[in-house]
């Protein structure tokens, strides 16, 4: 009876509705924009000098932003624009994850990033069906703006980047990608895992992820407003597609009419370097290529550190000619062509905030002494085994002014054959007492 | 590398949803532009001014969008806004008690009957009719939207429907 009336009443008020759709979703945009969004997280006299900066862009960017979408809505792509200037602010660690992209940048690397305007752009769900188990369901997206009229981005739960103002195609190294950078997983077989990137806005419609088998899908874009003027995508591959016949074989970008502009190929592991779980013959368990032939595996270098912690160097026959080696610095399974390629000698420390230090490095058969100089004066001498050599360096060469700035190799008349140089200076190598304060949170040893 | 694409059911699983509240915001607005604004037409007094309502409460709603906690639905937090636009609208930035309000249908002659049964019912169950058969909003958005609890706006409702059953009867009676 009730829905009875309730029906005779709804078509009574259908009767005398308004039916005319006179709505527009870009206007409700415009007059969105038409107010910058208030970042309370924010205080201070820098900031206000960028908010200030960021209050005359975002009108500009209003603008070109309207005018995208217009043009998005005339031509049909890009499907939706995310304004950025309109978009929430991230919260402060991921603030700080952005920051530390600048002040733990290598020399010479520093991306510039903007930490204060990064921005929570959209999250990414996927449902269970097909995808992997290590993979969470939500992506959140998150995007700076850098000094240079670059960006920086982070996805939650999967990788993020930089990527400079300059247009990719005048730079050789990534010529070959053209508008797309991407970053990516492995699984143990070496199987893309998780794919993620971006695509300066330009000629480029669609991104299409191929696989070996010969199927293909296309990845959904987020194209953002100025001033970031780029799409991002991200893409947890499927279990099913962790298969050598059917791996992720590459991700393009293509333009309009189907042209691929970009492309980043994820060259597939050979069976025989798909890593396996192995067994040393002392009893430990090693995930080690399959070609690394583990019970003939001979421990060749041992000795307890000052912290009293083990370093060690194993080596092994590499199925098909090479050598694999194990230590708990580096590994690695060169085949024999690699080897006779490799150079002279290649070695480094690897250290962290925590001792010990470690220097570790191979060399060819035809060196016969390497000879580690610091900056202080001391020389320490290494006779190579198998032509590997690890040592610790000590603690009264972590300071400044002492640190290790070279590795010269000799052969077995004394002459020098070759001359590795280390930068001393370069700061979160060496331990120390008290690491410095660097800045969003990021603490470090000089 | 060549081969054809897969089928839309056969394809690797993308997203499920752009899970951000632009674009819930968006989507709600391209199913409900229709109904919130005949609803906000009845407190505004024309259809014109209730889009402007409309567009200005939705713009609202994007621009402040982090406020949402997702506490209720957000269907009910953006009709709020519209709402609250639609009241600045008519009187100026001034603000009106919910209860002062006096909704009514835009154009009363195309059904003077329902005019007649609406009139007979108080003005926040009015309201809530509109809400409900403009609208299409459901009990628990309608008790967000007015601030009520949902048993209210269920009891509110059945009355307001039983008013108007009596009084669209008699009408029927009458033709």
Not at chain 1, 101 to 124: F, L, Q, S, W
Not at chain 1, 296 to 317: D, E, N
Not at chain 2, 27 to 48: C, I, K, P
Request: hydrophobic share 40%; charged share 25%; with cysteine.
């Amino acid at each position: 009876m009730t829905e009875a009336i309730d029906l005779l009443i709804q078509t009574r008020f259908d009767a005398v509705a308004n039916l005319a759709d006179d709505g527009d979703w870009n206007d409700v945009l415009a007059r969105a924009r038409s107010a910058e969004p208030v970042d309370r997280t924010r205080s201070g006299p820098p900031l206000a000098y960028l908010r200030r900066r960021f209050t005359r862009v975002a009108l500009i960017a209003a603008v070109v932003a309207l005018a995208l979408v217009v043009t998005a809505v005339a031509f049909g792509w890009p499907r939706t624009i995310i304004d950025f200037f309109t978009s929430p602010p991230a919260p402060r660690a991921i603030k700080n994850a952005i920051g530390i992209d600048n002040v733990g940048a290598p020399k010479g690397m520093n991306p510039r990033a903007i930490p204060g305007e990064t921005r929570r752009i959209m999250t990414a769900r996927f449902d269970d069906s097909g995808r992997h188990p290590d993979h969470p369901a939500l992506h959140t997206l998150y995007v700076a703006p850098t000094r240079n009229g670059g960006f920086c981005y982070e996805w939650t739960n999967a990788d993020g980047g930089c990527a400079s103002a300059k247009n990719p195609e005048t730079n050789a190294g990534l010529r070959a990608t053209g508008p797309l950078g991407v970053t990516w997983s492995v699984t143990n077989g070496g199987y893309p895992l998780l794919v993620d990137g971006w695509v300066r806005t330009g000629a480029t419609k669609t991104i299409e992820a191929r696989f070996a088998d010969g199927t293909t899908t296309t990845l959904p874009i987020n194209w953002v407003s100025a001033p970031i003027n780029a799409g991002f995508f991200v893409y947890p591959v499927p279990e099913e597609h962790q298969t050598r016949a059917n791996a992720l074989g590459s991700v393009v970008a293509l333009d309009a009419s189907g042209r691929v502009v970009g492309r980043q190929t994820f060259p597939l592991t050979k069976a025989l370097d798909e890593d396996v779980m192995q067994t040393l013959p002392d009893g430990t368990k090693y995930s080690l290529p399959r070609s690394a032939i583990a019970a003939r595996a001979r421990k060749i270098i041992s000795f307890r550190t000052t912290t009293g912690s083990r370093a060690y160097v194993w080596v092994m026959p590499r199925r098909g000619g090479g050598l694999c080696f194990l230590s708990n610095r580096m590994d690695g399974c060169p085949s024999a062509y690699w080897l006779a390629r490799s150079p002279v000698f290649n070695g480094g420390v690897s250290g962290s905030t925590n001792p010990p230090l470690l220097f570790s490095g191979r060399a060819k058969p035809e060196v016969a002494r390497i000879e580690l100089r610091y900056q202080n004066g001391e020389r320490e001498r290494l006779t190579p085994i198998d032509g590997f050599v690890l040592t610790e360096i000590k603690p009264t060469h972590y300071a400044r002014g002492k640190r290790l700035v070279a590795a010269v190799a000799f052969d077995r008349r004394g002459t020098a054959i070759f001359t590795q140089r280390y930068e001393p200076n370069t700061g979160g190598i060496y331990p120390c007492k008290k690491p410095t304060n660097r800045g969003y949170g990021l603490k470090m040893c000089p | 590398m060549n081969g054809g694409s897969l089928k839309n059911s056969q394809r690797p699983s993308l997203y499920l949803t752009v899970d951000d509240l632009a674009a819930r915001i968006e989507q709600l607005y391209r199913e409900r532009f229709v109904g919130f604004r005949n609803a906000v037409a009845t407190v505004s007094g024309d259809h014109e001014s209730a889009r402007d309502a409309v567009q200005e409460g939705f713009a609202r709603a994007y621009r402040s969008r982090e406020q949402f906690r997702g506490e209720g639905s957000l269907e009910g937090w953006v009709w709020r806004i519209v709402f609250r636009a639609a009241l600045e609208h008519r009187n100026e930035g001034a603000p009106v008690p919910l209860d002062q309000i006096e909704p009514n249908l835009v154009e009363p002659e195309r059904d003077p009957a329902l005019v007649e049964a609406l009139a007979q019912l108080p003005s926040r169950r009015r309201l809530m009719v509109f809400l409900r058969y403009f609208a299409d909003l459901d009990y628990a958005t309608i008790a967000e939207a007015c601030e009520v609890e949902e048993g209210t706006v269920a009891a509110t409702l059945a009355q307001a429907r039983a008013a108007l059953a009596t009084s669209l009867e008699r009408e029927g009676v009458r033709s």
